[in-house]
């Protein structure tokens, strides 16, 4: 009699371990959907900071040594992503690049 009811708890608490697992496992799966929306909001964010401080550029001073460069490089980008062959992350690092050469330029600017 003690080893069925020694079964029958062992068994309970293997169910309750297993749900366990497989609610780690959807947290995980869920982390993971919200860390690709993080990265395409900043991705946004960070294109729209290229286009506003483009056309800032071009409204206030047309002498601006890299701007057309990077302008064809953000549609190639953004081209690149919609057609799939240029992963989210990827892209994101690629703007960062993309907003420090500008910044370095706009420096370069002020200081001359």
């Given amino acids: 009699m003690m080893l069925v ?63 057309p460069n990077i302008a064809q490089e953000l549609n190639q980008l953004t081209a690149a992503f919609e057609s799939g062959e240029l992963p989210l992350h990827e892209l994101n690092s690629r703007l960062d690049y993309l907003l420090n050469a500008l910044n370095k330029n706009n420096s370069n600017m002020v200081h001359i």
């Fill in 5 to 67: 009811i020694t079964a029958i708890i062992a068994a309970i608490i293997l169910v309750v371990f297993n749900k366990q697992q497989e609610s780690k496992m959807s947290n995980h799966m869920y982390t993971n959907d919200v860390q690709q929306l993080y990265l395409l909001t900043a991705a946004e964010y960070k294109i729209n900071a290229l286009e506003n401080q483009q056309q800032f550029n071009e409204t206030s001073d047309d002498t601006g040594a890299g701007t």
